[in-house]
């Protein structure tokens, strides 16, 4: 009698132990899942940033010599859409907003990008802003 008790309970942990191997596939697949969903979203969102980082930089450098060049806000405008061209980012001549007075430059850029991420469009928000502030 004793024998069969034993036998049954065998069984019953045997049972249990595929039912928990399903559930682990199960998690793993999930977890594989999110991974894969996080690994596209940043390899579609880095760039952006990437290029925003450069635009930035780049208006900081002619915000600090546009003094020194005696460009007017025409003249920096221009330099400013130059750079994003050449940083591979899209904004209008209305975008770029430039202050130069008194030895004394300020850009200011407002822009979106959206991102396209096949079951929804996430728009990403950009307000560079560069200045020079001159010690004189």
Do not use: C
Request: cysteine-free; proline content about 2%.
């Amino acid at each position: 009698m004793s024998g069969g008790r034993g036998l049954q309970q065998t069984r019953e942990g045997t049972a249990q132990g595929h039912g928990e191997r399903g559930a682990g596939r199960l998690k793993a697949l999930v977890w594989t899942l999110i991974f894969v969903l996080f690994v596209v979203v940043a390899v579609r969102v880095i760039p952006i940033y990437v290029n925003e980082y450069e635009f930035l930089d780049g208006m900081q450098t002619i915000a600090r010599f546009a003094t020194v060049n005696r460009q007017g806000p025409d003249q920096i405008r221009d330099a400013v859409m130059k750079e994003a061209d050449k940083d591979g980012v899209t904004i209008r001549k209305e975008d770029v907003h430039v202050g130069a007075s008194s030895g004394n430059v300020n850009i200011n850029v407002d822009y979106s990008v959206t991102v396209d991420l096949s079951v929804y469009q996430w728009t990403l928000n950009f307000h560079p802003t560069a200045s020079n502030n001159a010690l004189f």
